[in-house]
């Protein structure tokens, strides 16, 4: 699994001015609504200094970070779910996407015009809220009347299914989300969840878009809005300056870091959304590493040996026989595989082994 993640928000907010920074991908940025109109998509290594330092001991012949794909879609504004602006287009486009990044500005600049006429982070955040579950009722609606049909015939399960759309359809026109019913409300409900595709169950957190001399006092009054906000829904807040995140994207690393250090940030945008992305999605990284290959995998937190064997390819989780094991903080400390083993914490894992993020894995399989 890996991360893509839809960048979304309303026109003007600075989203394609985001996405070509953290991908330096160059879409179109201009100062007129719905410049977006194809979703641009970008794909991003991820950073990892982890990685680096395995590069550094094996120097091998090839390098594989773990990627995240970014997709920036055209502004909403208010309508969408009824087809205005780019409407069910936009809509479409979210779907598609494991988790949603939304851009709020945070920031007031008289040269670029404000859909709205006016900064207000939270009545934003609520038109676009609004949208998603309006469009998301619709969706439950249509599935409620095939349900009712099947109920009716006896079929149990359909009657079961009856009664998880009524209860998303309540909470749905009440304003409530459908990620705040899922695991809650038995498996019927989440299997309608996912099968709808419901946009208002994505993952979610909120990227406050602020102006560069904002960025060494971590902030405004806008932000300080919008996390409150965020906190109450139990969402994060990332905060990212668009303009200095061009400029770093085009730096080599050690003016990168100079400037960092300029404006007191520990990292940049792009790696605090993309941490941010792997936390709310419960992503987590191990290794293989060698003179061929070092390459960093992405997988679910949680998942066990052969499972993470399957990122690989399936024939590994099919043959699965062991793990040998070790820990990234135990190869820093010894600085190589072969010492590390001498050390005797090199580990043999089985199949009920719980894989930790930074471990270093090698598979012995048999198809």
Known sequence: MSLKCGIVGLPNVGKSTIFNAITNAGAEAANYPFCTIEPNVGMVSVPDSRLDELVKVYNPKSI???VTE????AGLVKGASKGEGLGNQF???IRECNAIMEVVRCFEDDDITHVLGSVDPVRDIDIIETELILKDLDSVEKRLNTEAKAARTGNAKAKENLEACELLKKGLEEGHSAREYIGKNGDALDAIVQDLALLTAKPLFYCANIREDDLEK???AYVDQLKEFAAKQGTSVVV????IEEELSTMEPEDKAELLKDYGMEESGLDSVVREGYRILGLQTF???GEKECRA???EKGSKAPRCAGVIHSDFEKGFIRAETLAFEDFRKYGSWNAAKE???VRTEGKEYVVKDGDIMYYLFNV
């Open 91 to 93: 809509l479409t486009h």
């Open 297 to 299: 995998w992405t997988f």
């Open 218 to 220: 971590k902030g405004n």
């Open 343 to 345: 050390a005797g914490v």
């Open 70 to 73: 970014f997709v920036d879609i």
């Open 287 to 289: 290794f293989t590493a």
């Open 240 to 243: 990212i300056s668009g303009k």
């Open 64 to 66: 594989v970070p773990a």
